[in-house]
């Protein structure tokens, strides 16, 4: 497969975002009182009375997870480390809890990007390593393997951004490996592509055009399509 067309170069699409937080569960509860610090005791409370009420677990949950991404947390590492222990451990009491399995995915995830924020790689890697242990616990659950792809991709792009190919590299082989376990989902592929693209875009600056081109194929032996919108109008030559 050829490169870029003559005089173009490759555009990237790079690392996902944090997650929104979830709307409030109570329909009657307004989502920002989630951040309230009375309210967060209030629902620790009500969950020591009524923890087997999914819906109890599920406010609490919501509740933590707002605090996580919107809250003090999302700067404060020391706080992010005690709201997903926390996330966690109500996780683990309840295993077969899905809605909450995801808030701990989701909140994995945001900590992985807010850790990067603050240069924080040592819980960054703690924090992919609870999303792979989630990943293989649950190995059906299909927004838990969605979530540690995420991860994997902004891990792979963090490392590149480093100056870490070698890690990098490590990493986009876990991708694979996870990904081609499920060659079936095409958002799982979407994700793959995306990473072998910011690994290409990199090829490519660094002079090494074979390898970027060898990437390049590997994108198109996937067998997917860009959305248009995340392609970009000037953007790599894909399949």
Partial sequence: MGGPAEGGTLATMGEHEATNPPAAPNDGEDADELLSPQNLATLRSLYTERGDEP?????????????LCRGRASRDAEL?????AEIRALTEAHPDDEPL???LAMGLFNAIVDSRAEREAQGREGYLEDLRGLA???ADDEGLRRHL????????TYAMEDGQREERDRILDELR?????HASD?????????ALLVAATDHEEQGRLDERDRLMQEIQELAIDFPP??????GAELP
């Fill in 186 to 194: 095409e958002s799982m592929l979407w994700h793959l592509a995306n």
């Fill in 177 to 181: 490996t996870v990904v081609r376990a």
């Fill in 229 to 234: 919108t995340q392609a970009g109008g000037d």
């Fill in 136 to 138: 293989r616990t649950h």
């Fill in 80 to 84: 992010r480390r005690a709201h997903v």
């Fill in 149 to 156: 792809a995420m991860g994997l991709l902004n891990s792979a």
């Fill in 101 to 103: 399995r995801g808030m």
């Fill in 55 to 67: 819906e109890v677990r599920a406010r609490l949950g919501a509740a933590l997870f707002r605090h």
